[in-house]
């Protein structure tokens, strides 16, 4: 059974299907609030959007009930490291963003809308903060 299993992860890793984070990070070099990046997905076709100003969230829906939750946070990731890479970015404006993997294209059409209207990136919020998606 365990070479079964292994051999399911090669093969998914060649075709490239493997597993994408579902936790990402938003960061910008200004200081910019979640009202913002709902305006730079203005005019998206297939989204809807609701934002709770006072909480710094933006939750944006996607067709077939999936969603991106976008969080502020402070810009202190409680870590040498990320606040080293924090620093090196000039990072002024950080949300922890949540997708749903299960249509992560389309997530990734967001996330490029709110690149091109906001500035900024994504990447994930993992050790080496990969992958990275940029302008």
């Not at 990402?24 to 809807?48: C, H, K, Q, R």
């Not at 009930?65 to 090196?88: F, T």
């Not at 990734?108 to 993992?126: E, L, N, R, S």
Request: proline share 2%; charged share 30%.
């Amino acid at each position: 059974m365990k070479n079964k299993s292994k051999l399911k992860k090669i093969r998914e890793k060649k075709a490239g299907t493997a597993t994408v984070t579902n936790e990402w990070l938003y960061m910008n070099p200004n200081s910019i609030t979640v009202a913002e990046i709902e305006n730079a997905l203005e005019g998206m076709d297939g989204i809807e959007t609701e934002i709770w100003k006072e909480a710094g969230v933006l939750e944006v829906e996607v067709p077939e009930h999936h969603s991106m939750d976008i969080e502020e946070i402070a810009v202190d990731l409680k870590d040498e490291y990320a606040n080293a890479y924090l620093k090196e970015h000039d990072i002024h404006a950080l949300f922890a963003v949540t997708i749903d993997t299960e249509n992560y294209a389309f997530m990734q059409k967001i996330m490029q809308k709110i690149i091109a209207g906001a500035g900024g990136f994504f990447c994930g919020d993992t050790e080496d903060f990969t992958p990275v998606v940029k302008e």
